[in-house]
């Protein structure tokens, strides 16, 4: 079972919050949290007006990310309000040339940017690829997500290419880097 256990973490604002893995009881939390993300950035590939999952399909989700060794879902909270997430999986674990490599997406609500709390979603993240034998991380990221690319680059990813024209948004065309990260 993938799991993140409870750990508190005071920001340098002296808001409490709760790094943690999600669970099933989480997620009204996590959908209301999810639905903030697109007003928030375009830089990540939820956009307004998407369709959303019922609150019983989010559950069940979060079960199953929580019963797999692999996948790794982190919420961070903020009293009961998810503010923060990461997940983690394997392109298709069952594939015996593949299964070093593994993907993640992550996302922090803009109020709470700037804090530190990507850069330690990381290194949770590292623990966890590390623990199941992944050696291979990788992500893609808008080359305009400055902050973003930042944070990978300081946190170990290195830009290993550039996926042109990836992404189409409010009309105009958007480049993405592909990044990656080789754990020793
Ligand atoms: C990208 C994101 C996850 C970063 O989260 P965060 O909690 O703000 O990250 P951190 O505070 O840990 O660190 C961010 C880095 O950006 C740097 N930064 C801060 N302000 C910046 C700015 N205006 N421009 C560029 N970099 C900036 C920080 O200094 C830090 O780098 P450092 O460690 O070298 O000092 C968050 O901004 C986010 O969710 N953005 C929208 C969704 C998104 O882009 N998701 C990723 C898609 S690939």
Redesign the pocket.
């Known amino acids: 079972m993938a799991k993140l256990e409870a750990f508190e973490v005071v920001t340098e604002k002296g808001i409490r919050l709760v790094f943690r893995s999600l669970i099933p009881a989480d997620a009204e939390a996590f959908l209301v949290y999810r639905k903030q ?1 697109p007003l ?2 375009t ?2 590939m939820q956009y307004q007006g998407m369709k959303f999952p019922s609150i019983d399909e989010a559950a069940e989700r979060l079960r199953t990310q929580l019963e797999d060794r692999v996948q790794l879902s982190i919420g961070i909270f903020e009293s009961h309000r998810v503010v ?1 997430s990461l997940n983690f999986r394997m392109h298709n674990p069952e594939h015996p040339w593949i299964q070093h490599v593994g993907e993640f ?6 109020e ?10 990381l290194l949770y993240l590292d623990q966890h690829a590390r623990s199941i034998g992944v050696t291979r991380i990788e ?4 080359t305009a ?4 690319v ?2 990978y680059q ?1 946190s170990g990813f290195q830009i290993e290419g550039t996926r042109r024209q990836a992404a189409k948004i409010n009309g105009e065309y958007q480049d993405e880097y592909y990044i990656a990260k080789l754990l020793k």
């Open positions: 993300i928030d950035s830089h990540t923060g997406g992550m996302t922090v609500l803009k709470y940017w700037g804090q530190g709390l990507g850069k330690r979603l992500a893609n990221v808008r997500n400055e902050r973003g930042r944070l300081g």
